[in-house]
């Protein structure tokens, strides 16, 4: 019999970041951006699959959207969210934070929030980079998105890894101080392992690790620490049939790996625990005797 008094299971956030397979940084430099409008699009058909994934699982998630898929798609972003799903930036032209200036960055999200807004009709609050690219030579990006009106952050993940990371920030969300105002960060999902610190969060580690990998990091978050984990997965990542680019062997394989097994997973993972927006999970995160939210020690830069 289930015990009446138990815990509710603990709600994750499902993030989605909406970009077509050819928009991948592995790729930058292969295709020049003003080819991007003669490739093949995929990024609909797959985020509707996506869509009729989450309406058959009962759920709602995150839809950090691409600014350049919005202007061409305002549709698509629409349809996410007449689903009830929350509408977030992915930025405009998938561009790594740490490769444009202050007022390069400054124009991207700028652009990218008002294309969702003018498309979803709601308010976007919050923004995840490429690559997960703020990186301790891009945090003035932090203040950037406070000024522009964002109000949470998913761009740090505190790992080591060559083309992003803070390893030593927090691993929980916390509060970033600034000027502007309070910035929350919701970094990557990450488990530890003794003295080790391991991605358990989505993306390639969901398709090229085995999918026990991804339910035992979730499981741990939920179960050691009682705080809900972030995931994250890329449209294209449930489409083994998109065309192969002529990309070097690493880069080749960190997209295409077991592309064919996704969405099996997903299935999968989507029954083994609950799901929700990350404007959910911040809501219900416990809160102080003040009312604030009770959020983890940042890590001081």
């Known amino acids: 019999m289930t015990n009446p008094d138990a815990p509710a299971p603990i709600q994750n956030a499902m993030t989605i970041d909406v970009e077509e397979h050819f928009h991948v940084s592995v790729f930058d430099g292969l295709i020049p951006r003003s080819e991007w409008s003669k490739m093949e699009s995929r990024v609909c058909a797959n985020t509707d699959r996506l869509l009729d994934i989450f309406d058959e699982a009962g759920i709602t998630a995150t839809f950090f959207v691409l600014g350049w898929v919005a202007e061409r798609y305002p549709q698509l972003v629409?349809?996410?969210?007449?689903?009830?799903?929350?509408?977030?930036?992915?930025?405009?032209?998938?561009?790594?934070?740490?490769?444009?200036?202050?007022?390069?960055?400054?124009?991207?999200?700028?652009?990218?929030?008002?294309?969702?807004?003018?498309?979803?009709?709601?308010?976007?609050?919050?923004?995840?980079?490429?690559?997960?690219?703020?990186?301790?030579?891009?945090?003035?990006?932090?203040?950037?998105?406070?000024?522009?009106?964002?109000?949470?952050?998913?761009?740090?993940?505190?790992?080591?890894?060559?083309?992003?990371?803070?390893?030593?920030?927090?691993?929980?969300?916390?509060?970033?101080?600034?000027?502007?105002?309070?910035?929350?960060?919701?970094?990557?999902?990450?488990?530890?392992?003794?003295?080790?610190?391991?991605?358990?969060?989505?993306?390639?580690y969901f398709r090229i690790l085995p999918y026990w990998w991804t339910r035992w990091g979730i499981g741990r978050v939920n179960r050691r620490e009682a705080r809900p984990a972030i995931f994250y997965l890329h449209p294209w990542e449930i489409d083994p049939d998109q065309p192969r680019l002529k990309a070097g062997t690493l880069s080749r394989f960190r997209h295409y790996?077991?592309?064919?097994?996704?969405?099996a997973r997903l299935r999968a993972l989507l029954k083994d625990f609950r799901f929700g927006t990350v404007e959910s999970v911040i809501a219900n995160m416990p809160t102080t005797a003040d009312g604030t939210v009770a959020l983890a020690l940042p890590y001081h830069w």
Request: proline content about 6%; glycine content about 8%; aromatic content about 8%.
């Open 257 to 263: 790996r077991n592309l064919e097994q996704t969405e």
């Open 78 to 204: 629409q349809k996410i969210a007449s689903k009830r799903h929350e509408i977030a930036s992915h930025g405009y032209g998938h561009r790594l934070i740490y490769d444009q200036t202050a007022t390069a960055f400054r124009e991207d999200v700028r652009r990218a929030k008002r294309l969702l807004e003018d498309a979803s009709g709601r308010h976007v609050i919050g923004y995840r980079a490429p690559s997960y690219s703020i990186t301790p030579q891009s945090l003035w990006a932090l203040d950037v998105l406070l000024e522009e009106g964002y109000r949470y952050d998913s761009s740090i993940f505190p790992i080591r890894h060559d083309r992003y990371g803070i390893p030593l920030s927090a691993r929980l969300p916390y509060a970033i101080q600034r000027d502007a105002g309070t910035l929350i960060e919701v970094p990557a999902s990450t488990a530890r392992v003794g003295p080790l610190t391991v991605p358990v969060a989505g993306g390639g």
